[in-house]
């Protein structure tokens, strides 16, 4: 193998370990002890596949290049159902010229949960527009994965993301982070809680900048 050749596989090389170390560090360990056999024995080709191989086994499973999105440890479905009020979201179709918004969950009685979603348009004093649909828990060793539906057979993931140790606020996501909702026991939040939510929702690879404040009452939303 000429000097060329082997220089231009050391670039693709240099390039896949750093993606690797960025994403998977445990892989990457692995990967400088087979790269340094190689380089050794003057296996280079070898050098190359190795890396693909890691990246590659590094990275399957997640999407658009993410990580799978976490969700959090456990949540007390008791204590998490009743009002929520929305702080922001991001932009959809299905929520457009909302505000006031709120979300009202009610357990039933066979374990699954009634949703009741209501906003104004356009301005606080708008017509009320609601949504009544059903959500069941689809991983119960944490409930923090949920299937709501407002229209059988559709239905949508309701991943619980963040959730305030007092169960005062709450953030929604879903696996493909398309979707992601702020929710406050409260019209309004605190600066410092609502900063400290975008910190950690930037540790999951959400791009913030995306998210649109909603428009609350002052008081609750008994007004709806």
Sequence with gaps: MTAQKVSHISEKVITARNKTITLCPVLASWMYFIYDLCMKIGKHMLILLTVNISFLACTFGMKNGLPPLKVV?????NRY???WYEISRFPNRFQKGCVGTTATYTIRKDGKI???NQCRK??????????KGTAR????????????????????????????????????????RKYLWILSR??????????????????????????????????DSSKI
Excluded: R
């Excluded at 440890?73 to 479905?77: G, H, M, N, S």
């Excluded at 229209?151 to 959730?163: C, K, N």
């Excluded at 605190?190 to 995306?210: A, C, G, H, Q, R």
């Design 137 to 176: 828990v689809v991983d119960n060793k944490t409930n923090a994965k949920l299937k709501v539906s407002f229209f059988w057979p559709f239905s949508g993931h309701y991943w619980i993301i963040d959730l305030g140790e007092n169960y005062d606020y709450a953030v929604v996501g879903h696996p493909d």
């Design 186 to 219: 409260s019209p309004k939040m605190d600066e410092k809680i609502y900063n400290l939510i975008l910190e950690k929702l930037k540790l999951k690879f959400y791009d913030t900048s995306k998210l649109i404040k909603t428009l609350q009452f002052e008081e």
């Design 114 to 116: 009634d949703v009741l």
């Design 122 to 131: 356009e301005t606080l004093d708008g017509e009320i527009s609601s949504v």
């Design 73 to 77: 440890t456990f949540v007390d479905l």
């Design 81 to 83: 159902v009743g009002t």
